[in-house]
Nanobody, 126 residues
Framework: QVQLVESGGGSVQAGGSLRLSCAHS????????VAWFRQAPGKGREGVAALWIGGGRTYYLDSVKGRFTISQDNAKSTVYLEMNSLRPEDTAMYYC???????????????????WGQGTQVTVSS
């Protein structure tokens, strides 16, 4: 059984930092991308960051570039999203996702990812 479990969410003031974690188990071989998505109340889901597992290349939503960093541990069993200089507009439920992508251009499309976690809430107050 595939499991993706996010943790690390919470409430912080603007300018603060959080580190989200996504631990996986039971994944079949071959998923080549892992990503973080978020969804704020009343808004659509958006891709925040992605990592090409095989080569290490990373991709970011423009509004988080320079503030967020996606990475994985050496065992490649946990993926992190380091979030700095948080803003109220970063408030959302954050989800970890993994899948097989044929090209990097689709990294932010949720439909490309087959496996999803349950999400962790991030709330940033002004």
């Amino acid at each position: 059984q595939v499991q993706l479990v996010e943790s690390g969410g919470g409430s912080v003031q603007a300018g603060g930092s959080l580190r989200l974690s996504c631990a996986h188990s039971g994944l079949p071989d071959g998923t080549n991308y892992v990503a973080w998505f978020r969804q704020a109340p009343g808004k659509g889901r958006e891709g925040v960051a992605a990592l090409w597992i095989g080569g290490g290349r990373t991709y970011y939503l423009d509004s988080v570039k320079g503030r967020f960093t996606i990475s994985q541990d050496n065992a490649k069993s946990t993926v992190y999203l380091e979030m700095n200089s948080l803003r109220p507009e970063d408030t959302a439920m954050y989800y970890c996702a993994r899948g097989w992508l044929s090209h990097s251009g689709s990294w932010s499309r949720g439909a490309e990812y087959r496996y999803w976690g349950q999400g962790t809430q991030v709330t940033v107050s002004s």
